[in-house]
Structure formats: C-alpha cells, structure tokens
C-alpha cells in the first residue's frame, strides 16, 4: 500500500501546468481532488514517474453564470457544485447528481474534472454532461479548444483530451421554461458508484417534446447517448405511454458489463426503468 517513488510538483497557474506536461510526457499524471489517482498509486496500478499537483490553481476554480450558461471550473468540487445557488437554479440535475456521489469526504475533495478526464464507467457525471449536451474546454500547448459532450468519452477511461492538455472549465445550459432534466441512478450500496445511471433532458414546444437528450452511465465500459429512446419521445407529448415507448427503445449500442454487483442481463433491464424514472422526472420539471 506504498506508492512507487515519484517527483511532485505543484504548479499555480494552467500554463505551468502545461509545460510540465510537455517536460515530463508519459511519466506525467495530473493529480486532482485524487479519489481514483491515489488509490491507484497506494496499490501500484499506476505507477508515474512525476504527479503534477493541479489543486493550487487558481483559474480551474469558480462557478459563474454567463447569460445563458453555467461555465464551472475544471477545479469545482462536488460540494461547491452541489450548493452552489447558480447550478440549483439553473441546472438542478447537476446540482442533484454531485450531490448523490460517494460521501460528504470524497465531495469535499473530488472535482468535476477529475471525473470527466478519469471516465470511470461507473461515475455520474458523463451521463449528465451528455444529456445536457455541455462542452468540455481543455487548454494545451496549442491554445484552447472545446470538446462537445458527444465527442468527450472514447473507451473506458479513455476521453479525447490530449496528454498535455489540461481541462480548464466545462460549460453547461440554463434551462429555461419548457426544458427540464433529471438524473436518476441504482446505486452500488457501499460506494455510490452507478450500477446504471441516466440522466434525461426534454424541451417541450405548445405540449410537444420537441427535443429529447438521454445519457447512460454505469451500464457499459463507456458513457453514451440512446438516440432510438430519444427519438421514441420527440414528437409526442410525453405522456405515460410515449415515455414507456422511450424506456423501452433504450438500451441499445451498449456493450454490457457483468459484475459481482449485476449481471449484463440486470443492467439491461435497469436502463429501460431507469431511463422511465429520469424521463418522467424531467418532463414534471419541464412541464412545472
């Protein structure tokens, strides 16, 4: 339960960050809130040459509201997220979902940018960021770029930033009237993690849904949308039956995980529930 020796360094500023990352290449991991890095270390899954301590840096902090859309820091806390009274106003199933991760120790430490680069097939937050159609922004040697949500998650624990890119903020939507989301998930009892998790976002048009976005995590090896459920659902008006349509259409594209925790069998029968429960839950809000 030792760590492997490393090097350790603490830059203040992205840019710092950055070039360390140049140095150092492969031999390098960023170190965050460090809920899955450490761990990692202490039983010598991971073995880095050199940690680079992203905590102290200022600019990945801070959640503001820029008209239409939330931009959270890189560096935010669940915790931060989850009381933060920008994110409950403007975008309560992210509020809800930080709030449902792990315990009050690991909110306190662990940051939404730790979990979007780490991608762990079980955490909550990919499937809210695709549901909610957010963009990641990631600042590397050459300048800042912005992934699209749909474009962030590649393969397990494998995303499409860069190795010397680092992740600066992620920018998320103001719902508005007639928009509504939720996230809804079976957890593993001990840790929090997702056995199946989805979150739902709907906008309603005169009683019509006439967009519909769902993100389930948890189920396969990576996050991913459901576009038939989502497609079962646009058109309609949301009623019981159009959502029993949409849950029943979701599930598919997943290359299912079987577990001590769940067969590949019960994760697929849970999306379908669960996919109802969160559909349900983000029409109400959409409709309020």
């Given amino acids: 339960m030792i760590p492997a020796p ?18 150092h290449g492969d031999d390098a991991k960023l170190l ?30 801070g959640i503001t509201s820029n008209g239409d859309r939330l931009v959270i820091g890189a560096g935010a806390t669940y915790h931060e997220i989850a009381t933060s009274e920008a994110v409950r106003s403007g975008c309560l199933a992210l509020a809800e979902c930080v709030g449902q991760i ?5 909110r306190n430490r662990g940051t939404l940018g730790g979990s979007l680069a780490h991608a762990d097939p079980a955490a909550d937050l990919p499937a ?3 549901a909610l159609g957010a963009t990641i922004n990631v600042m590397g040697p050459n300048g800042a770029r912005s992934i699209a949500a749909d474009d962030m998650f590649v393969a397990m624990m494998t995303t499409a930033i860069s190795p010397d890119e680092v992740m600066t903020s992620v920018t ?18 001990a840790s929090r993690y997702a056995i199946v998790g989805v ?14 976005r769902i993100g389930v995590t948890g189920a396969g ?38 577990d001590i925790h769940a067969s590949a069998e019960y994760r697929q029968a849970m999306v379908k529930v669960y996919t109802r429960r969160a559909l349900t839950e983000a029409l109400r809000r959409a409709r309020a």
């Fill in 6 to 23: 490393f090097q350790y360094f603490a830059p203040r500023t992205v840019n710092e960050a950055i070039g360390l990352l140049q140095q």
């Fill in 32 to 61: 965050a809130g460090g809920h899955s890095l450490l761990p990692a270390l202490k039983l010598r899954l991971a073995q880095p040459a050199v940690l680079i301590d992203i905590s102290h840096v200022s600019e990945l902090k």
């Fill in 102 to 106: 792990g315990d009050i120790q690991v």
């Fill in 128 to 130: 809210v960021v695709l």
């Fill in 172 to 189: 998320f939507p103001i719902l508005g009237r007639g928009e509504g989301a939720a996230y809804a998930k079976l957890r593993q009892p």
């Fill in 199 to 212: 979150a739902a976002y709907v906008k309603l048009d005169g009683g019509t849904v006439a967009a519909c």
């Fill in 221 to 258: 090896a990576v996050a991913v949308r459901q576009p038939a459920a989502e497609a079962a659902l646009v058109g309609t008006s949301g009623d019981d039956a159009a959502v029993a349509a949409a849950a029943n259409a979701a599930g598919d594209g997943i290359d299912y995980l079987g």
